[in-house]
């Protein structure tokens, strides 16, 4: 059941999960970053049933992140092709790798995200654009931005961490 509610639909966030929050998506997603372009590359590598992965490629190649181009006649065989838009993801996986490597890799780290030039292990995090500062919890809110609907704004006045003098959770 897709969320119905209109501060979620109106969310940023809640859009990007509607387009790939589904765990089996980020996979694909992440095996299309790692070199994966076929049905069968994907198959092997995530042993996921063949209607699950034909549904979550359809759906992904619906909303933008993939193309489906054909590389054989017959029998008609297609191809995935990140888009711009799935490419723009890859700072969500590689978040997320790290994330599983700090805080869910008690034994170590099975992978290591690393430069491709000298194979240096990169050390992720969320840098703002302008003064390449760390973005963390403790110096980031949420404002409405300029086509924020009424409700989205009376929602995010309502946040505690919408006041500048409440402390971040955790702090």
Sequence with gaps: MQPK????LECPVGRAVETVGE???????????QGATK???FSQSLGIAPNILSRRLAHLTESGMFVRRR?????PRYEYV?????????????ALLAFGN???????ESI???????????????????????????NAVVV??????????????SLKAMNPAVAPAGD
């Excluded at 509610?5 to 979620?8: A, E, F, K, V």
């Design 5 to 8: 509610s209109p501060s979620i």
């Design 23 to 33: 765990w089996w998506s980020i996979l694909i997603l992440r095996d299309a970053f």
């Design 39 to 41: 049905f069968d590359e």
């Design 71 to 75: 590389y054989h006649e017959r029998p």
């Design 82 to 94: 990140l888009t711009e838009k799935a490419r723009d993801f890859f700072p969500v996986v590689v």
């Design 102 to 108: 700090r805080h869910l890799a008690p034994k170590g």
């Design 112 to 138: 290591v995200l690393a430069n491709r030039s000298d194979a240096r292990p990169f050390d992720p995090i969320v840098v703002d654009a302008a003064d390449m500062r760390p973005i963390t919890l403790a």
């Design 144 to 157: 409405p931005g300029p086509r924020a609907s009424r409700g989205m704004r009376k929602r995010l006045a």
